[in-house]
């Protein structure tokens, strides 16, 4: 069956950064757009950032670009989300998907990694 793991999050003070990561397991990874989403404490889930099947092409929400970065290793079946400058707004809980498109806030999602920005 399909399985996404997140992990990295934690605390980090503003300003910091964090890398996050997906090991994926269950389909074949390389054939499957993949996002990450987040949610915040009493909020609705916020697509974050999409990355195609080849990593070529990406897509942010205008709330993180210039700050993070999507990446993938096919042959590691991960999915990564570097994350620099980070603001208290970034608190939230970040899941990995499965995606078809960019933009997609996935069909299968992870368990999530938390992430804390706070002084």
């Known amino acids: 069956q399909v399985q996404l793991v997140e992990s990295g999050g934690g605390l980090v003070q503003p300003g910091g950064s964090l890398r996050l990561s997906c090991a994926a397991s269950?389909?074949?990874?390389?054939?499957?757009?993949m996002s990450w989403v987040r949610q915040a404490p009493g909020k609705g889930p916020e697509w974050v950032s999409t990355?195609?099947?080849?990593?070529?092409?990406?897509s942010y929400a205008d709330s993180v670009k210039g700050r993070f970065t999507i990446s993938r290793d096919n042959a590691k079946n991960t999915l990564y989300l570097q994350m620099n400058n980070l603001k208290p707004e970034d608190t939230a809980l970040y899941y990995c998907?499965?995606?078809?498109?960019?933009?997609?806030?996935?069909?299968?999602w992870g368990q999530g990694t938390q992430v804390t920005v706070s002084s």
């Open positions: 990355i195609n099947t080849g990593g070529g092409s990406t």
């Open positions: 998907t499965r995606a078809t498109s960019l933009s997609d806030y996935g069909d299968y």
């Open positions: 269950g389909f074949t990874f390389s054939r499957y757009y």
